[in-house]
């Protein structure tokens, strides 16, 4: 498939092309999600606003839930593009394409190009991945580092020398082995700079396994590692020492003792679940492309795993000597790196007591090349699944239309569920046309299998998921922004004013992203007293609220007081309002 673009440079051409028209169409089209988005975006507003690129802060106090690297890619960005929704998504949205092209890169060396490609396309169309990509948070940047950790590792011990060694070509691998070890030391302090420890735990957790695995953990205390060590310290530490400084430790306090060990022990703002809680995770947010990752784990074990490829899907590389010595492993490397990897980062996450979907983003990059060298083989004609698993994974991927349209039409409240409470979102009902694509997909792809066309049937899932997916959060996520308050109440009562002194303040309501749209601090009023005094400041003051509880108190407000707009809440199912007291 794709003779056309059969190059490492068609493929990019291609990936690109998917990846950006996944991506960058209507990305600064929605208002900030609140609450994450609101947080982070303001961040990086009130730091650059500030001349302060050390100390993160939010509402103008202290922000210790995230580590700086977002908030400098933003500011940068701030500069480039203003400061709007835009300009804080696009660092995720670069971050997964660079995941999309190291994710080809590393399944291409594994397994061939024409897993390389499909892996590449797999990743940008699965939906949690997508949705990062459009999320202004620090996942994208921390997937995207990780996986450049790993993979230059993988680089490093997969790339044989050449036999016979000279002293030449001996030292000259020597050199290869510490330019790309210390690279890994420098990504691996990128992602501690994006989300934390965790950028560290989890590549050397997955790399010790790996190492345990293959018989090889001497090589864990081999002297190379100590460039990676200190090129880790020379790019993670220093902000992490000066904001500790800055801050007289409150920052680390709050970030490693709360905000990791305190996430991970404990659960954090209701987000809780079992253990298995992340196999569901798996199952929507890797959708379409879940319906195969039975086929494609089944596939990937004993020796099911050992058939021989056919030349188009072999290895690039011949193992390294340092793989081959002694006992040979049953399990070949790649297959025992990837299962390493998904191991480590599924039983980390599933272990922690705070959990969010996001959260297991780093495993998706080795579940889609374990799903497109599954595809890749049945295509070429290596392995022959039973026909009937085939059926059944195709009419899995035509139920993640209809299980779409359902949810789309149940939200718009054109199914009604009594058990439902809340406000239906009626522009939602629309796009429940969208699950179409996944059902045509499927009819495509089991006229190709009847066929015996399999390069087809990849071909018209892969065309199906793009569709789908980008349908769905490139442009179908737009119609729920019609529903969010924050942004649409500030352009309606014309609240971002900073040209002149005023006072904004809440009561009983609040979302991060208010105070990124007001550009200024937001007040956070306690109690009904703190209200009227308020409203009574000589200054102009505006006043966000649920409507119910303006009716209570608008009778007790003495003075000249203005209802400016009022908006419906998706978060809070209510309606809010702006009061002026002038």
């Known amino acids: 498939m794709f003779h056309a673009l059969n190059t490492r440079c068609g493929h990019y051409a291609l990936l690109l092309t998917a990846a950006v028209a996944l991506t960058f169409p209507n990305l600064g089209a929605c208002s900030l999600w609140d609450i994450d988005e609101g947080n982070n975006a303001e961040a990086a507003r009130e730091m650059l606003d500030c001349g302060n690129w050390v100390v993160p802060t939010h509402n103008y106090q202290l922000r210790v839930d995230k580590p700086a690297l977002l908030y400098w890619l933003q500011i940068s960005a701030f500069g480039l593009f203003?400061?709007?929704?835009?300009?804080a998504r696009l660092p995720s949205a670069l971050a997964a394409l660079a995941a999309v092209l190291m994710t080809y890169e590393l399944g291409r060396r594994m397994f061939g190009a024409a897993t390389g490609l499909l892996a590449g396309l797999v990743l940008a169309t699965t939906g949690l991945f997508c949705a990062a990509a459009h999320f202004a948070n620090p996942d994208a940047l921390l997937n995207a580092a990780t996986l450049l950790t790993l993979f230059f590792f993988w680089r490093t011990f997969s790339r044989p020398l050449p036999l016979p060694l000279s002293s030449t070509a001996a030292d000259q691998g020597r050199g290869r082995e510490r330019a790309w070890s210390v690279a890994s030391g420098i990504s691996a302090g990128v992602a501690v700079l994006a989300k934390g420890p965790v950028g560290l735990v989890l590549p050397v957790a997955i790399i010790g396994l790996f190492l345990l695995w293959s018989r090889k953990a001497r090589l864990l205390w081999e002297w190379r590692l100590l460039g990676a060590a200190l090129a880790f310290v020379l790019v993670a530490v220093p902000w992490y020492v000066w904001v500790g400084v800055e801050t007289k430790i409150a920052f680390l306090n709050g970030f490693i003792l709360?905000?990791?060990?305190?996430?991970?022990?404990?659960?954090?703002?209701?987000?809780?679940?079992?253990?298995?809680?992340?196999?569901?995770?798996?199952?929507?947010?890797?959708?379409?492309?879940?319906?195969?990752l039975g086929l494609a784990g089944w596939y990937a074990t004993g020796k099911r795993a050992r058939e021989d490829d056919p030349p188009s899907a072999r290895l690039s590389f011949q193992p390294a000597a340092e793989w081959t010595e002694g006992r040979r492993p049953g399990l070949p490397a790649g297959y025992r790196f990837l299962w390493c990897w998904i191991a480590v980062t599924f039983g980390f996450f599933s272990l922690a007591s705070t959990k969010l979907p996001n959260y297991i983003l780093p495993l998706y990059p080795p579940l889609a090349i374990l799903t497109a060298h599954f595809l890749q083989r049945w295509r070429a004609g290596t392995i022959r699944p039973p026909a009937w698993v085939l059926h059944l994974s195709i009419a899995g991927f035509a139920l993640v239309g209809v299980a779409t349209s359902l949810a789309l039409l149940i939200a718009a409240g054109t199914i009604p569920i009594p058990a439902l409470h809340g406000f239906p979102l009626a522009g939602l009902r629309t796009w429940a046309a969208l699950g179409i694509v996944p059902v045509l997909g499927a009819a495509a792809a089991w006229r190709c299998l009847y066929t015996g066309h399999r390069s087809g049937l990849v071909l018209c899932v892969t065309v199906a998921s793009i569709a789908f997916i980008g349908g769905l959060f490139t442009w179908g996520s737009v119609a729920l922004d019609a529903y969010k308050a924050p942004r649409a109440l500030v352009q309606t009562g014309k609240v971002q004013q900073t040209d002149r002194e005023i006072r904004v303040g809440c009561y009983q309501y609040f979302q991060p992203s208010l105070v990124f749209y007001c550009r200024r601090e937001v007040r956070r009023l306690e109690n009904d007293e703190q209200v009227l005094e308020f409203l009574r400041s000589p200054l102009p003051t505006y006043l966000f609220l649920p409507a119910t509880v303006w009716e209570r108190l608008q009778t007790s407000v003495r003075g000249a007081h203005h209802l400016l707009a009022r908006h419906s809440d998706l978060y809070r199912r209510c309606e809010v309002v702006i009061v002026a007291n002038h």
Do not use: K, T
Request: charged share 5%.
């Open 258 to 292: 709360q905000h990791n060990i305190g996430r991970y022990l404990h659960p954090m703002e209701h987000h809780s679940g079992p253990v298995f809680y992340y196999l569901g995770v798996l199952a929507l947010g890797f959708a379409p492309w879940s319906v195969f």
């Open 82 to 87: 203003g400061i709007n929704e835009f300009a």
